[in-house]
Every structure is written in structure tokens, then in C-alpha cells.
DNA sequence: CCAACATATCAACGTTCGTTGATCGACGGA
DNA sequence: TCCGTCGATCAACGAACGTTGATATGTTGG
């Protein structure tokens, strides 16, 4: 195993910052570039320290990565953040080429 | 937009289901083929009702399905659940072929 | 330097979520 | 049919999480 891959713990702080329905949206608002968090906040109809807080959720996790210009604050997209956990996914297969049915009674000790 | 997409609710339920450390750690183990409830058992060394309540968790999101044999059940991952989270994924692009700059001054309202 | 604005942080609160132990239902073997 | 086993369900509890309103920090323009 040749190890690009994010440590396990990072990564399910991913999953978990983005299985939560404002950052969900939040995350759909950022593709295609970068918003400036009012706009988010207007978008989302969001009051503005519930957006902080996810934001910073997001941030932490490394999904997405704040840039100050002036009196604005600008959240993009980590390129390859999302690639990651798409990643994860793809390695995780439904079904084997083939798995040996269990011996007949002794599945448990 | 085609619709073979999964309404975003049941999509967002997904990643609740998957981001959460058990069972994070059940998709895991259930790459490659199903396994019996005792099974994952012993491996993840979690009492009866818990492994039961998160099984239950995924089950109802439809990332795994269960299957009764005898007196077990084998839980396996549902074909094409994880594929449609990569999806989502995929389609949310970090940065946008170009994306005008804000003009000076009025962000917000 | 002061006023107005954008954003972050904090404390308090209620809700949701995962854990535990107990009980129940289903199945198979003796 | 009775007993032992596998697994689901339930109620009670505590912990983690998201929301809100208030306050703090940083920036621009007058």
C-alpha cells in the first residue's frame, strides 16, 4: 500500500463535516469557485454565527480553506479534499470475485 | 440534468450513515463481500444492541441490505450506494473555468 | 480616531445521537 | 417441545452537536 492516502481519522472528519445539511450545502454553493461568506449567508438564509460555526467545521476538516480581501472573507473548495473521500468510496467493492460461502456451523465462537 | 440522481435528502442520509466511526468502520469491513452480524462482532468488539443499531443506521440510509440464513443474518453493501455518493463528489469541481471578481465594494447589501 | 460593517468567538440552551442493559422474537438442534 | 443462540427492539442515560444572541476582532471610509 503505497500511502498518499489521508489517515483514517482525518478522513472520517471529512465525512462527518460534510454529512450535515447546511455544510452539505454549503459545499454544493462553493463548486465552481470561491464565495465570500455573506453571500453564503444569503443564499443559505442563514444567521451569520450559525455560518461561522460550519464554516469553521469545513475548514477544520480541510474541505475548504478561507482567503481575507479587505473586510471580506472568501471560502473555496481544498482542490483534492473531495477526491479523497471519493477515493475511499471507490476503494470500498460491494462484492469480491469470490468469497467462501462459511462452513456450515460455526459462525461464532 | 438527468434524473438518475438520487434526491438530495437520501443522498445527504448517506453520508450521515457513513460518517460515524462504527460504522465507518462496517463499510469497511463489509468491502469485498457480506458478513454475519457475529462476525463483525468480534472484529469490531462491539456489544449486540450497538452493532444492531448501526446496522440499522445503514440499512435504512440503503447503503447496506441484510439477508437471513438460518439463524443469521449477513449484511453486504448494497451495489451502487457508495457509487452515487462518489458521484455527488465528482460533480462538486473546486475551482470554475473562471469566475469574475467581485466588484469593488458591494458584497452584501 | 471614530463609526459602520464583516466575520469570529463564546456561553447557554435544547435536541439529536450513540451506548448500555433488558427483553422479545425467530430459528435450529436435541 | 424445550433450550440455547442470533439478532432486533426498547427505555434510560449521558455526551456530542447545532442554534441563538451577545460580544470581540479586524478592516475600511470619513
Redesign the interface.
Known sequence: MSETTLP?AAL?QR??A????TR?EI??R?????R?V??L??DLDAAQSRLSFHLKKLKDAGVVSDRRDG??VYY????????E??AF????????TW?AP?VSGD???
Open positions: 483514517s472520517l465525512f462527518q460534510v454529512a450535515e445539511e452539505f459545499v454544493r462553493l463548486s465552481g469557485g470561491e465570500c455573506c453571500e449567508q444569503s473586510r471580506w473555496a473548495l481544498v482542490p483534492g479534499a473531495l477526491e473521500m471519493r468510496l471507490g476503494e470500498v467493492k460491494p462484492e469480491e468469497r462459511r459462525c461464532c465462537s
